[in-house]
Every structure is written in structure tokens, then in C-alpha cells.
């Protein structure tokens, strides 16, 4: 797993291999950065994400509800298909705003 | 065809698991579109054992076991820990709103609807969850 993170008042961070249990003790580190920080508006490009266990699920809905109390926002780009079917079945499609 | 593979109860082992499925979607002519689901599923129900199953305990046992008859494969998670049925567990309510969505629960509902059929069974003192996919949809 890779996780690149371009700080900035509108924070891009991308994704790319597995956000599995393994991956999840980094991500989670790279989350509290991003939410301690100024950011308003965080992008998530998953174009590189090839899979999400429900370790990985735990952390976008942490980043989300982070941003949702900062008055912020979060934005998930480029997510595949496969992703897409998990964000479905645990409903997390209707709570993360995907383009 | 059956592959199996054993696994202590170590967060690490993970890449082991990760290596198996790989070799076993391979070895049986599986579909690659089945590796997300599978892997998916089988790392929740593996990731459970190793949190719960032996409590302070290091080194302990988990089998891994894959088998495929024509259009069916079934895995089977075999450990010797403390007695748990994770298909017993509520369903999460996956309609929440996001300030009412609890982080976390979701694991036996990804497996459940991941694969086809989900049960247990306490075999003596061993816990036998055994999880079975229909490969039609996959070829």
C-alpha cells in the first residue's frame, strides 16, 4: 500500500494497493495528520486502490465524520468499480461523497 | 482441489494469506475478478480469529482451507480458540446516517455478502467457519 498525501487548504491524498488491516496502522496516521491540519477540502483519489477490507472502511468514515466536524470536505475520485460494490453493500455509498 | 495453508494467530501473517489466495485463484483456474471478494472476506474472518480466538496467547494455529467442485468453492477456517459464532453477531444497520454510523461492525456482514452461504459449527474444541461461494457469476 502507498499512500501519498499533497498537504495544501485543499489536500489530495492517493491511494494506490491494498487498504487492508496491515495498511490501515499507516492510513490511520496519515488521517490525524490531515485532520490536525488547516485543510477545509481533503480529495481521496483511489485511482491505485485495489481493494478495501472493513479495517479500511473504518478509516474513511473516521476522515469523513473529521471533516464533516471541522465544516469541511471530503471527495472520493477515481474509485473502481469492485471498490464501489463494498462502498454499496455496507452503505458507505450513501454516506462519502464519490464523483 | 484443495490447497490448504496454516497460519499462526499474528496480524503479520496477513501477506501469507494474501500470497495463498493468490496461488489458489491460480492453481484452480479461478476467474481474477474473484480475488477482491475472496480475500476480502477471507481477511475479515481471519482478522477475527487472530483479535479474539487466544486471548494473550502467541504462536496458535489457524487453518486455511480451500477446496472447488466444478462450479462451488468452499473455504473453511479451522482454529482452537475460544468459542465464537461470528455469523451470530447483529447486523449492522448499514441505512445510518453518517452521525449515527458506529465505526466499525461491518466484518461479518462484508463475508455474508460477499459470499453465497456463511455458517459455523463448534466441532470439539475447535471452531469451524465455513464460507462457500457459487463461481457461476465469475466463469
Redesign the interface.
Same mark, same amino acid.
Given at each position: 500500500m502507498k499512500i501519498q498525501v499533497e498537504p495544501g487548504n485543499e489536500t489530495v491524498i492517493t491511494l494506490s494497493g491494498?487498504l487492508? +488491516?496491515?495498511a490501515a496502522v499507516d492510513f490511520e496516521k496519515e488521517i490525524r495528520t490531515v485532520l490536525e491540519s488547516d485543510a477545509q477540502a481533503v480529495v481521496l483519489d483511489g485511482a491505485g486502490l +485495489?481493494?478495501?477490507?472493513?479495517?479500511g472502511?473504518?478509516l474513511l468514515?473516521?476522515l469523513?465524520?473529521g471533516m464533516?466536524a471541522k465544516k469541511g470536505t471530503l471527495r472520493l475520485t477515481h474509485i473502481k468499480g469492485?471498490i464501489m460494490e463494498?462502498f454499496h453493500? +455496507?452503505?458507505f455509498s450513501?454516506?462519502l461523497t464519490i464523483e | 482441489m484443495v490447497n490448504e495453508v496454516h497460519i499462526v494467530n499474528d $496480524?503479520?501473517q $496477513?501477506?501469507v494469506l494474501?500470497d495463498f489466495v493468490d496461488r489458489t485463484i491460480e492453481s484452480f483456474g479461478l476467474n481474477q475478478?474473484m480475488s477482491?471478494p475472496l480475500? *476480502?472476506a477471507l481477511?475479515?474472518a481471519v482478522?477475527n480469529i487472530i483479535m479474539y480466538a487466544y486471548p494473550g496467547e502467541q504462536g496458535k494455529d489457524i487453518l486455511i482451507r480451500m477446496e472447488r467442485e466444478e462450479e462451488k468453492l468452499t473455504v473453511t477456517l479451522v482454529d482452537s480458540g475460544v468459542s465464537f459464532d461470528p455469523t451470530a453477531q447483529a447486523e449492522p444497520d448499514?441505512?445510518?446516517? *453518517?452521525e449515527d454510523?458506529p465505526?466499525?461492525g $461491518?466484518?461479518i456482514?462484508?463475508i455474508k455478502? *460477499?459470499m453465497t452461504e456463511v455458517y459455523y459449527c463448534r466441532e470439539g474444541d475447535k471452531n469451524v467457519l465455513t464460507m462457500v461461494k457459487e463461481l457461476n457469476e465469475y466463469g
Open positions: 491494498q487492508d +488491516t496491515l +485495489t481493494h478495501v477490507s472493513s479495517a472502511l473504518r468514515l473516521t469523513q465524520k464533516t469492485e463494498i453493500i +455496507t452503505g450513501s454516506i | $496480524l503479520g $496477513l501477506r494474501n475478478r477482491m480475500f *476480502l481477511e475479515e482478522v448499514t441505512t445510518l446516517s *453518517l454510523r465505526i466499525g $461491518l466484518g456482514h462484508l455478502k *460477499l
